[in-house]
């Protein structure tokens, strides 16, 4: 790569960071403005006295009697250290958050890449036969997941999981949490206990992502099948499926990858029901819980965070285009 | 509705015998001699909060899931029975006296056995520290609130550091609710130990468990047998805390991955786990009961003779059958505003306006210049309407529902009510606290001290600089001198006869003030492993942790 790469991808970076500073900010007056942390103290019965309750909003900078944009100030310099403040009731927002990106990760890689390989897969196979019996009935069996609201789904496959239980008489699959609390034993079984804690979270995950990506793929392959150089490498006597493995799935990843990266990015903030249904606490759950509280520095945390998360993925499609695709070192 | 449900029941009685929750006990805890308790094995409990302080007098610390876990951990110096009683609990108090002459003061002789997890003696100067702390003379301790500690003059040592003398300034008969659970001095001696001492963590403890882990990822808290435990030992070996959403404690219990849990009656666990195998289903009624409140300084609500128009108008029964009719038990409706069924001195009364009557509503209405042209049309006086709002929380189906039955019955006596939604997270701060509203139900909860739990949900407006009235913490902003009068009768009555009678007195003045409609009490409902013991819906009592355990099997 040489300075004409270089030059335009900085210039991108630095354009996405300003969108970035620009977007964190509109969601810290959105949370502020609409969120009411105060709640929190006033619903109890009796609720403490009015200074106390002002002190500990204080605190927290979440008094609404504040100014918007003197709470503002303090909020972004904060940020620019790195400090994102502390929950209503006093916790850090930072080492919340970083607990629960951990947990969001650990429950999403593995679902994560199955549905990117199973969904790349299923489309190309289905891509390369358009309108035959297996395109159609996987047409329709992802329409069918993906119309299903993955609240349900994740709530059919745990009583999937608690039926097959008893059906075996063993525990097959744990249908809550990320390990048994309290677990004692070696290396090998706590890596069974945790895989055991996985399956149904994962296919909750996995499932959905499958059938969207699979449908993205099957139209990206389908408008290759007809291309010229397809018919040129069948003429050379490749089958069809050697050609389009080796041909057209190199040509639609570039634009795969681009789109598994953003969804991939909203994801992380975005599994809360996953995550409340299978009793994981992560970063999901946390906005959901934070918006419940009112609690304005955690909300913009996570937005921040998800922000965060869509510029990185931004800045690896392109670099990913940057490399793969020698058009892009044209222009 | 009730008869299908009935009839559905009967049906499948065969397939099942408990189809209908046990009747309303004082308590359901599945109680057996500890004797009969198995040594150790491990209970699972699941909770669908996680908190962050564990401070119980602190303002963010006041949690169900705090006060569960940490009644294994801290000092309770009184229990309180399932009849409301408050006894001295002999593992930190075995002495009580109380003398109130020339002042009162409780001299609480302390167990000289018991001490904290770090190896120090429980005595006076932890209690001196706390009721500092609490006192609210230090604004610096972010405090829950300060009845009670607010009329302790001093608190001294006795014969010896094991002796506390607790000096009242004013007459305080529910000292039993102070206290409870004490704090460690080292905790409550500054404001910066009393309010992040606790944060995100349980650093000292003196009960029958103690904390092996707080993980703040899993969200479970870990509890084990307290080794240097002077009372009877833990029959548990363990108590696993786990935080779950309440459909994944549905699940999870289904699983057999938590042994415990409170449920809800407001979704549909209850239909989903009742009739799991080996589970049983423990209700009991407790000291929380939920009531709708009228504001009283609005133009229309103003007058007495309209709220008490709302009271007849409204059919209680109805509603407590729409809240409690999945349990299937009789409706009962509540009488009193302090005392429950379950307590001694409980009385009814409502007099007058606790029968639903909507010829008397109609007519009282009448009478106040509210007619109507046609019965059933809305009344109008002055060309105004008698239109009255009616706030529910947004995305809690059972308000909206309670809220539409309101408004079918009072739609009877010629009564608009308008029922407007408003965000969850801004019901009280925005429109209860300031009285931006006509009607509005919920919840009063409490642990069975009536005066401690309540007492500024009804106390007069005071005056303030201006002298513009301040309602403070009486959302329904009535009151009178008679009943402010009443509630410090029965906070200064160390007889409990006496007590007993002021309450009843004021409750009585409440009801013909026409402030607060109570309903019906709101049942604490878990599920439980039936093998476990001496654990489930402790109803007004307090459970003792060290007896909780699984019943030996013959």
């Not at chain 2, 409870?180 to 995100?200: K, V």
């Amino acid at each position: 790569m040489g300075r004409r790469v270089v030059v335009p991808l900085l210039r991108r970076v630095l354009r996405r960071a300003v969108l970035l500073f620009t977007a964190v900010s509109c969601v810290y007056f959105l949370a502020a403005a609409t969120l009411h942390p105060r709640e929190n103290f006033e619903a109890q019965r009796p609720p403490p006295p009015p200074a106390a309750v002002d002190a500990a909003l204080d605190a927290a900078n979440l008094n609404d009697r504040t100014p918007l944009f003197q709470r503002y100030a303090v909020w972004i310099s904060g940020i620019a250290v790195g400090d994102f403040g502390r929950t209503w009731d006093g916790a850090s927002v930072n080492e919340e958050l970083s607990r629960r990106i951990g947990v969001s990760v650990r429950l999403l890689a593995a679902g994560a890449v199955l549905g990117c390989i199973g969904g790349v897969a299923l489309g190309t196979w289905t891509g390369s036969r358009v309108r035959g019996s297996a395109d159609r009935a996987v047409t329709a069996l992802s329409l069918l997941v993906i119309s299903v609201p993955v609240v349900v789904l994740a709530v059919a496959l745990q009583h999937v999981g608690v039926w097959a239980n008893q059906v075996a008489g063993m525990d097959l699959v744990r249908v809550t949490g990320e390990a048994t609390p309290g677990f004692s034993g070696g290396v090998g079984e706590q890596a069974l206990d945790r895989l055991r804690h996985l399956v149904l979270p994962t296919l909750a995950v996995a499932l959905p992502q499958i059938a969207l990506y699979s449908r993205y793929q099957r139209s990206l392959i389908a408008d290759q099948v007809g291309a010229e150089y397809l018919r040129t490498a069948r003429a050379k006597g490749m089958t069809r499926s050697q050609a389009v493995v080796r041909h057209a799935l190199r040509v639609t990843l570039i634009p795969a990858a681009a789109y598994f990266s953003y969804s991939l990015a909203v994801l992380l903030t975005s599994t809360v029901f996953t995550e409340q249904v299978f009793g994981w606490h992560g970063v999901g759950e946390y906005l959901f819980e934070a918006v419940g509280q009112g609690d304005v520095n955690a909300v913009a945390a996570v937005c921040c965070f998800g922000a965060v998360c869509v510029t990185a993925a931004g800045v690896v499609s392109d670099l990913v285009r940057a490399v793969v695709d020698p058009r892009s070192q044209a222009g | 509705m009730l008869t299908l449900t009935a009839a559905l029941a009967g049906c499948q009685a065969e397939v099942d015998h408990r189809q209908a929750a046990p009747e309303p006990a004082t308590a359901a805890i599945n109680a057996v001699d500890r004797a009969l308790v198995a040594d150790g094995g491990t209970l699972t409990w699941g909770i669908n909060e996680f908190p962050t302080q564990w401070n119980p007098h602190h303002q963010a610390g006041n949690l169900a899931a705090v006060h569960t876990v940490l009644e294994a951990l801290l000092p309770i110096p009184f229990r309180v029975d399932e009849r409301g009683e408050a006894h001295p609990n002999p593992d930190y108090v075995i002495d009580v006296s109380v003398t109130t002459e020339p002042e009162q003061v409780v001299t609480l002789t302390l167990n000289p056995e018991a001490a904290w997890s770090t190896g120090d003696p429980i005595t006076w100067r932890d209690y001196a520290a706390m009721a500092e702390a609490l006192s609210g003379s230090n604004p610096e301790y972010q405090a829950l609130g300060t009845v009670g500690y607010d009329r302790i003059a001093e608190v001294r040592k006795g014969k010896n550091k094991y002796q506390v003398v607790i000096v009242f300034e004013q007459p305080f008969s529910e000292y039993p609710a102070l206290f409870s659970p004490l704090l460690p001095e080292e905790y409550t001696a500054d404001p910066e130990s009393f309010n992040t001492g606790y944060l995100e963590q349980i650093p000292v403890t003196a009960g029958p468990f103690d904390v092996a882990e707080l993980d703040l990822v899993a969200q479970t808290i870990t509890l084990e047998r307290n080794a240097d435990w002077w009372g009877d030992p833990a029959r548990l070996e363990a108590i696993i805390f786990r935080t779950l959403a309440p459909d994944a404690l549905d699940a999870a219990f289904l699983d057999g991955s938590i042994d415990l849990y409170a449920l809800s009656l407001d979704s549909g666990s209850y239909e989903r786990i009742r009739s799991a195998p080996g589970t049983e289903i423990r209700a009991a009624l407790g000291a929380d009961y939920r009531h709708i409140t009228l504001n009283g300084q609005t133009p229309i609500l103003k007058d007495v003779d309209v709220r008490h128009a709302i009271f007849l108008g409204i059919n209680r029964e109805v509603l407590a059958t729409a809240a409690l009719g999945t349990l299937g038990w009789e409706p009962r409706v509540l009488n009193n505003r302090f005392l429950m069924p379950e307590q001694p001195g409980y009385a009814d009364n409502s007099g007058e306006w606790g029968k639903y009557d909507p010829d008397r509503a109609a007519q009282l209405l009448e009478e106040a210049g509210w007619t109507a042209a046609q019965p059933g049309e809305v009344r109008t006086r002055d060309g105004k309407p008698l239109t009255l709002r009616f706030i529910v929380p947004q995305g809690y189906a059972p308000a909206w529902e309670e809220a539409e039955l309101v408004q079918s019955m009072l739609a009877e006596i010629g009564v608009d009510i308008k029922i407007t939604s408003v965000p969850g997270n801004q019901l009280f701060s925005k429109y209860v606290q300031p009285g931006n509203y006509d009607l509005v139900a919920f919840v009063n909860s409490g642990r069975g001290f009536p005066v401690f739990d309540s007492l500024h949900q009804w106390l007069d407006a005071v005056d303030d600089a201006d002298g513009k009235p301040q309602w403070r913490t009486n959302v329904g902003r009535i009151g009178s001198p008679e009943v402010d009068q009443a509630l410090y009768g029965a906070l200064e009555a160390l007889d409990r006869g006496t007590a007993i009678e002021q309450l009843n007195k004021a409750d009585r003045l409440l009801w013909e003030l026409g402030h607060t409609l109570p309903l019906y009490q709101r049942p604490q409902i878990y599920a439980v492993r039936d093998t476990l013991a001496n654990v489930g819906a402790p109803g007004l009592g307090t459970l003792d942790y060290a007896d909780i355990g699984y019943v030996v099997q013959e």
